[in-house]
């Protein structure tokens, strides 16, 4: 374990101390995805245990959370692997915006729009901006 695991095995198990007596289970649960095996390395040493319908539970929340991961990496997937920043220069170019009125809408340099444009050009395998339109429809 690493020194960073260490701490937040010790925060961890500070919470769950002060939480358990008031029978405060659903924060940790439906965390326990991303604390990894943290969680039940922390109950363990406090020899404490998740009860039955608390751990159900966070069968639940675990199984939420793994939905909405996908759900966020899947509509986050851009067309052509553009990244965010070349679909924006990109649309805008594709409007009819100059080098120049694309990156003050962007608030970036000339030279960035066009180091986006070269890259949207090689992923597009396309040589002029006028393309850009027919494809991003």
């Given amino acids: 374990?690493?020194?960073?695991?260490?701490?937040?095995?010790?925060?961890?198990?500070?919470?769950?101390?002060d939480?358990?007596?008031?029978?405060?289970?659903?924060?940790?649960?439906?965390?326990?995805?991303?604390?990894?095996?943290?969680?039940?390395?922390?109950?363990?040493?406090?020899?404490?245990?998740?009860?039955?319908?608390?751990?159900a539970q966070g069968?639940?929340?675990?199984?939420?959370?793994?939905?909405?991961?996908?759900?966020?990496?899947?509509?986050?997937?851009?067309?052509y692997g553009l990244t965010e920043k070349e679909m924006e220069v990109a649309s805008l170019a594709a409007k009819g915006f100059s080098n120049k009125e694309i990156a003050a809408k962007l608030f970036v340099t000339e030279a960035t729009v066009k180091f986006h444009l070269r890259s949207v050009f090689s992923k597009l395998d396309i040589d002029r901006r006028s393309k850009l339109a027919g494809i991003l429809e």
């Avoid at 374990?1 to 500070?14: E, F, V």
């Avoid at 289970?25 to 040493?45: H, I, N, R, T, V």
């Avoid at 793994?66 to 851009?78: D, H, Y």
């Fill in 59 to 79: 069968l639940i929340y675990s199984d939420n959370w793994k939905t909405a991961i996908r759900l966020i990496s899947e509509s986050q997937t851009l067309p």
């Fill in 19 to 55: 939480a358990l007596p008031d029978k405060l289970y659903s924060p940790f649960m439906e965390f326990k995805l991303m604390l990894g095996g943290l969680l039940e390395q922390a109950l363990d040493a406090l020899g404490e245990k998740m009860p039955e319908d608390e751990t």
């Fill in 1 to 17: 374990m690493t020194g960073q695991q260490d701490k937040a095995l010790l925060h961890l198990q500070k919470s769950l101390a």
